[in-house]
């Protein structure tokens, strides 16, 4: 049967145009949430009320269909920001020093709300020329902080998986080509579980995967990388890619990525450095020492979304031979006009995506609003307050230093005379515990070889050096409870 036909304009639900005033209304309305929320925001539970049984009861209890008629926005907000917002982790807030923070910095919110409305299309050129630019630009801006040179080409993802997933498919295609299946990639045991999985999505499947082993400072052994190399040689592999980490979540690891740089050329491979959590320190002039080598890779992982501040959901990859990452992504439609003159970026030729939003224009402004100088001096603070963190939780009786900062993330864990790798292992969680349900600070743990860490990550805009105070009281507070049992 047929639909039966509306009469244009007919009916008034058919339009989802707003009216000035609601609009306005609306934006006002959120505004002052957000407002109470970023004004309270180093008053709040560091941890958020999580626990684990309450959030499976309260996820099911939140479950329905799609309504069938609308709802004014106030009572969706306040559920928002009273009854969900309270059971998560306080990613944004001052004391996050878990996992690897980045904050949510707010000029990226306004280029969001500027995009969003004005739903310009960025996947291609010709549609929105000086926008496209504008993109081009900060991607411009990340390769000139990397030491990259300019035939480098780049493109924002949704994340740093996703930058390491491109990177793998970029050495896939131009030293494998079709061959895959005899491809062998390198990495160490400390790798983010994301490169296990990009080299998945990428056809290298987990048996062409070497995790190699690490040195005492949890940073990946060469001769472990040159003696592997050759073992596969000599079973008729062809070993391409060495995924190499410029911080590595758990401790903090940077690789010898000059020596591995240095391995990748004599063998004739592709060196991708994972710097989602480090390669922003990079920008600073002062700590490029730390990450030496990392201007050499063939591509980098780089998430804006950590350590440039901004909100979930901006990564970005660096190719040093653009023409390789164009190479696995240019393609073209009948339907599109082409003809992007040759010294124009052109987003879906660069990336596996042709209609996205917008990522470049909250870096974009975020960078502007600043000034790359402003932005700089945050990253090394952050260093600063870890190296400090971790001198003065050093001194607390009973814990052990077990990863210093390399950049701004250390890891320890507690111990006393005659406790047992077990009994570490417990007390160390405990610590965790502690510190965790305290609220004023955040901290998350690692297994390491057996062995449970707590880690502490230093990453937020949003900490300083209070929260630094507040995190070793806490951590000595509750160090000195669990071994006194
Ligand atoms: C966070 C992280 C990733 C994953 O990045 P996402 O942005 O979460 O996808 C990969 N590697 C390292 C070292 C990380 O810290």
Excluded at 182 to 209: E, F, M, N, W
């Amino acid at each position: 049967m047929e639909p039966r036909l509306v009469k244009g304009d007919g009916s008034p639900e058919a339009s989802l145009e707003l009216t000035m005033p609601e609009m306005r209304s609306m934006c006002d309305d959120a505004m002052r949430r957000v407002m109470d929320h970023l004004g309270s925001i180093g008053q709040q539970h560091a941890r958020g009320d999580v626990t684990h049984e309450d959030a499976v009861s309260l996820c099911r209890s939140m479950r329905e269909g799609a309504p069938e008629t609308g709802s004014p926005l106030a009572p969706l907000l306040d559920a928002y920001f009273g009854e969900w917002l309270p059971h998560t982790l306080t990613t944004n807030g001052p004391g996050y020093m878990a996992y690897v923070p980045g904050g949510g910095i707010f000029p990226a919110a306004i280029a969001d709300f500027v995009s969003d409305t004005t739903n310009r299309f960025t996947g291609a050129w010709f549609a929105s020329p000086p926008l496209v630019q504008l993109e081009a630009n900060v991607l411009d801006w990340l390769r000139a902080w990397m030491g990259f040179p300019p035939e480098t080409r780049g493109v924002f993802t949704t994340g740093g998986s996703t930058a390491t997933f491109n990177g793998i498919v970029c050495a896939r295609e131009k030293l494998l080509g079709p061959d895959i299946r005899r491809g062998v990639l390198y990495t160490s045991t400390q790798a983010h579980h994301s490169v296990k999985k990009s080299a998945r999505l990428a056809g290298i499947a987990d048996d062409r995967i070497r995790a190699l082993p690490v040195d005492e400072r949890f940073r990946m052994r060469i001769d472990a990388l040159e003696s592997a190399i050759a073992e596969d040689r000599r079973a008729g592999l062809v070993p391409f890619l060495v995924v190499s980490a410029a911080g590595t979540t758990n401790t903090g690891a940077v690789d010898p990525l000059d020596t591995v740089a240095d391995v990748c050329a004599r063998e004739r491979m592709w060196h991708h450095v994972d710097g989602a959590y480090g390669a922003f320190f990079h920008a600073c002039e002062e700590l490029r020492p730390l990450l030496a080598g990392l201007s050499r890779a063939d591509s980098l992982t780089l998430d804006p979304h950590k350590g440039l501040f901004l909100p979930y959901g901006t990564g970005a990859l660096l190719v040093r031979d653009g023409a390789a990452l164009r190479a696995v992504h240019a393609a073209s439609a009948d339907y599109l006009p082409g003809g992007t003159p040759p010294d124009m970026y052109d987003p879906s030729e660069h990336g596996p995506d042709l209609s996205r939003g917008f990522p470049g224009l909250r870096v974009w402004l975020t960078v502007k609003i600043f000034g790359a100088a402003r932005l700089r001096a945050a990253i090394a603070e952050k260093r600063i307050l870890a190296v400090e963190a971790a001198a003065r939780i050093a001194r607390i009786p009973g814990v052990v230093m077990v990863a210093l900062p390399q950049l701004s993330l250390f890891a320890f864990h507690v111990t006393w005379p005659g406790a047992s790798r077990e009994d570490e292992n417990t007390a160390t969680r405990a610590v965790l515990e502690r510190v965790g349900a305290r609220g004023r600070v955040l901290l998350s743990g690692c297994n390491v070889a057996g062995r449970e860490l707590a880690r502490v990550c230093v990453l937020s805009f949003r900490t300083r050096s209070a929260n630094i105070d507040a995190c070793v009281e806490d951590v000595a507070a509750a160090v000195a409870e669990v071994s006194r049992r």
